[in-house]
């Protein structure tokens, strides 16, 4: 079995939009027809997408991690993107982006 979609729920689609692809490096594009509204990275790999916050089951999140050349550097970048770190570490944290999603970072 693999990871096929990480998705976070958005009050702020743009901003979202521009706190992820500044921190990963990744494109997010609309989404076709068979793939539902918001935003999503069509690479090879795991997909990653956006979608503007409802109150359905997508509003529960999961706590992906996503690994990072320099762990230092990547939390710094999180809160210059209006982002926070809940919890600094030495080879992982747990942060939360420009929309309150939490995530984890792993160096």
């Known amino acids: 079995m693999s990871l096929e979609l990480i998705e976070f729920p958005a009050d ?3 901003r979202a939009r521009r706190f992820w692809e500044e921190l990963l490096a990744v494109s997010l ?3 076709t027809p068979a793939e539902g509204q918001g935003l999503q990275t069509h690479a090879d790999g795991t997909a990653f997408g956006l979608h503007v916050r409802g109150s359905g089951p997508g509003d529960r999140f999961s706590l992906p991690y996503f690994r990072v050349d320099d762990l230092a550097r990547a939390l710094e970048r ?11 570490g030495e080879r992982w944290a747990i942060c939360r982006d420009s929309e ?7 160096g």
Not at 78 to 88: F, Q, Y
Not at 100 to 106: A, K, T, V, Y
């Open 12 to 14: 702020d689609l743009s």
């Open 29 to 31: 594009d609309e989404r």
């Open 78 to 88: 999180v809160v210059a993107l209006g982002g926070s770190v809940v919890h600094p």
């Open 100 to 106: 309150g999603s939490p995530f984890g970072l792993s």
